[in-house]
């Protein structure tokens, strides 16, 4: 009898209509299904495939070293590591410009305004193959020059919005 009522509860509710797709939906992306299963693809929404990725941030770090090459600084370093990635012709003459000036550390911290104007001058668009090591050489500076280096963030930050 109460299987009865039940029966007749759930036949009195009336069935709720077809979901339409949302724009929600519509986004959802085929992905490969990894579950006992006769489908090969199943569809995950947008929150379903951030919770699936995976994002490791370490392996960008690997590239940074603790210290320099003995003797030397991270400027050299790098600017001879980029010397031998880049072929433009404005970083070979920044390049050659540059290399008496940076080879050991006091060099480099008595030599700090002429390598960062040169460094800034080379953030232009007409350089625009050169403005990846341009930025790497910022960021080694500013390992060589530690706290020397924040009053010259402002002319960074300006050179960079130009």
């Known amino acids: 009898s109460e299987r009865k009522s039940q029966i007749l509860i759930a036949l009195s509710i009336p069935l709720p209509l077809p979901i339409m797709a949302t724009p929600a939906d519509s986004r959802a992306v085929k992905s490969l299904n990894n579950s006992e299963g006769s489908n090969r693809f199943v569809f995950k929404n947008f929150r ?4 699936d990725t995976e994002i490791k941030v370490f392996r960008s770090l690997d590239k940074v070293k603790a210290d320099p090459s003995q003797g030397s600084t991270f400027f050299k370093d790098c600017l001879v590591e980029l010397r031998e990635l880049n072929t ?3 970083f070979i ?3 050659e410009e540059m290399l008496p000036f940076v080879q050991t550390l006091p060099l480099v911290i008595s030599q700090k305004e002429l390598i ?3 460094l800034v001058s080379g ?3 007409k350089a625009r193959f050169s403005l990846e090591a341009f930025l790497s050489l910022i960021a080694a500076l500013s390992r060589d020059l530690l706290d020397s280096f924040i009053p010259f963030l402002p002319r960074v930050v300006n050179s960079l919005v130009t």
């Open 123 to 125: 953030l232009q668009m």
């Open 88 to 90: 433009a012709a404005n």
């Open 116 to 118: 960062f104007s040169k």
């Open 93 to 95: 003459l920044f390049y």
């Open 48 to 51: 379903e495939r951030r919770n």
